[in-house]
């Protein structure tokens, strides 16, 4: 959720740290702070609000000094605050976290009783004071952050200095991620490795209870036992310019146009026009997936909605069942296996906690494989799976996501055409049809974009509504849902959706004259079912938007009827359809919250990557 960075040089670093933090605004935030070491004494400016207020301060009061961490907080434990921002001191030590950490009251007690004060009421300002504790035992930086850490539960990523030990950072990741930013005679750390792109292209990612010891010209990372171990370097091939909006207003218009691009890229070289290559997504995974029974795909929010298509997908094209799950309701509950299963995991990020968990805890459920499908190379997800696929969609820095969940479904899509294969349910007609859909994306995902300018107009319907629906069937019920969550969390305009068939058993009670209700219908064999759903919402009188294909006779049908308007789609290949409607309900969304003004890029109280439960 929050935003670490941290830097330890020859030269300044709090301009370093201030752009790694506006790198970083992304992932939702509502204070930030910074603290340097200045002529071998601790320095702290905190602001709520923007970096931009925390820029002003440290122009005002500049800190010299080559030793820093800095932080941007998104509030868990106590209110948005000066007091409650990071870092957080306690005498020399100052500390930055991301996380929660689940034992902090008890720990609090203790160290009050040992005469510490609280200043914040935050869980992190207990992981300050027991490090000074440490600290002030004689235990050196390293050794203090490393028993500090054994004794808390919860989750931890954490960047700690001490003017008293100038030239060293510790850091410790315990369930959120860090990386740590390789240079030439200075060293970096990180949430992500998009804040440190200036500066260097080269990291380590930090695995699980990993503690880390960074000076200017060393790193020496230890594990949970305490063990000294080596860490992999890898080159990022993440573009600098990603944080950059290339002239669009927002982030997130720049990424719905980066679409059919990133759809393209996903696609190449995992797959030919004749034939699904199945080894793309492992060297094990064509021996694999001919063993597979049953899938079970775990994922959260628009990864959840992606996952949802493909079960529709999987039990028509490849005739294997699918079962899909949020992953937060999953780790919780006691679950059965079905022999020969296959554990799909979704995650853009490939940290979220609650998926990541799942994954961990299928370890133990006797799955055959498990698979991530994610947009992050070096991935907490991608590094504990057996197999993985990378979507290819670069950085997204719009919390809302869009080209994310775009590419999830190529690569879903991709998945369900490999294992097909294997199994022997997809014959050659087939593959070649299938493959004829997925190659056609990119195109027809452009041509979908070419309608925004109507896409703006019909927007301002909406300006003054507070609440929508949303309606579609089969495998368009969860692009009903996706278009509901994009509304919702960009515009601040409560939106739901349901399968269509659904509409008596209960949402029709909210149909009236003032209730927009957004119907995405492509031409398949549920339309006239849909039909009829569409005529119970007419006859009550209902605001109706209708995505369909041009020729569907929508405008025929509807050309008289008040409050009913059809929004014409390209005509496209039935298993296309998801991919191709969700585009212009993220124009929608997008537009609907530019006239209402609110945040597109940063909607209140959501976070980008959602690192802990």
């Not at 990022?236 to 982030?251: I, L, M, Q």
């Amino acid at each position: 959720m929050c935003g670490i960075v941290g830097a330890v040089a020859q030269r300044d670093v709090a301009e370093i740290l201030l752009e790694g933090l506006k790198r970083l605004e992304y992932r939702g935030y509502d204070s930030a702070g910074i603290a340097v070491i200045c002529d071998g004494k601790l320095a702290r400016i905190r602001s709520l609000g923007k970096v931009a207020e925390l820029e002003e301060k440290v122009k005002a009061n500049p800190l010299p000094g080559s030793l820093g961490i800095a932080h941007t907080r998104w509030a868990t434990h106590g209110k948005p605050s000066e007091k409650n921002a990071h870092p957080h001191v306690s005498g020399t030590v100052a500390l930055v976290h991301n996380g929660i950490i689940e034992n902090y009251s008890v720990l609090k007690e203790q160290l009050v009783e040992q005469g510490y004060q609280f200043e914040s009421d935050t869980d992190t300002e207990v992981m300050a004071h027991m490090i000074h504790r440490f600290r002030s035992q004689g235990c050196d930086l390293l050794t203090a952050v490393q028993k500090t850490v054994g004794e808390l539960r919860g989750a931890y990523g954490t960047a700690v200095i001490d003017s008293s030990e100038p030239g060293v950072m510790v850091a410790a990741r315990c369930g959120s991620p860090l990386v740590i930013g390789l240079g030439i005679g200075e060293n970096f750390l990180a949430s992500d490795q998009l804040a440190l792109l200036p500066v260097t292209h080269r990291f380590i990612f930090l695995e699980e209870g990993d503690v880390a010891r960074i000076t200017r010209r060393s790193v020496e990372i230890y594990d949970a036992a305490g063990n000294r171990v080596e860490r992999k370097s890898a080159v990022s091939n993440v573009e600098n310019d990603a944080a950059d909006k290339n002239g669009f207003t927002h982030f997130m218009l720049k990424e719905i146009y980066e679409q059919p691009d990133a759809v393209r890229k996903t696609i190449e070289s995992r797959a030919t026009r004749e034939h699904f290559v199945p080894e793309s997504f492992g060297v094990r995974a064509r021996e694999l997936f001919s063993q597979i029974n049953h899938v079970q795909i775990v994922a959260c929010g628009t990864s959840y909605h992606a996952g949802l298509v493909a079960r529709y997908w999987l039990e028509e094209y490849a005739g294997v069942s699918c079962s899909v799950e949020i992953a937060s309701e999953y780790r919780y509950r006691k679950s059965v296996t079905v022999p020969g299963s296959l554990l799909v995991t979704l995650s853009q990020s490939g940290e979220t906690a609650d998926t990541l968990e799942a994954l961990r805890l299928s370890k133990k459920q006797g799955y055959s494989a498990t698979l991530a499908i994610c947009n992050v190379p070096g991935s907490s997800l991608v590094r504990e799976s057996d197999l993985c696929f990378m979507t290819r969609a670069g950085a997204e820095i719009g919390v809302a996501s869009t080209k994310a969940f775009l590419t999830q479904l190529a690569a879903l899509l991709l998945l369900v055409g490999s294992i097909g294969v294997c199994k022997g349910s997809i014959d050659g007609e087939k593959e070649k049809k299938l493959l004829a859909a997925l190659f056609s994306l990119p195109d027809k995902i452009g041509s979908i974009l070419q309608m925004d300018s109507e896409l703006e107009e019909l927007a301002g319907r909406f300006r003054k509504k507070t609440s929508c629906l949303f309606l579609g069937r089969g495998d368009e019920w969860p692009i009903a849902m996706e278009g509901a969550l994009k509304l919702k969390e960009i515009s601040y305009i409560h939106a739901e959706a349901y399968a269509a068939g659904e509409l008596k058993h209960g949402p029709i009670a909210l149909i009236d004259e003032n209730m927009p209700v957004i119907i995405v219908a492509p031409t398949n064999d549920l339309l006239e079912k849909l039909k009829s759903n569409i005529e119970s919402v007419r006859a009550r009188n209902g605001e109706i938007y209708v995505f369909a294909d041009k020729n569907a006779g929508f405008e025929k049908s509807l050309v008289d009827a008040k409050n009913c308007h059809v929004i014409s789609m390209p005509t496209s290949d039935e298993v296309a359809a998801p991919v191709l409607y969700t585009v212009p309900l993220q124009l929608l969304a997008y537009h609907v919250a530019v006239l209402k003004g609110t945040d597109v890029d940063q909607p209140r109280n959501l976070a980008k990557s959602v690192t802990v439960e």
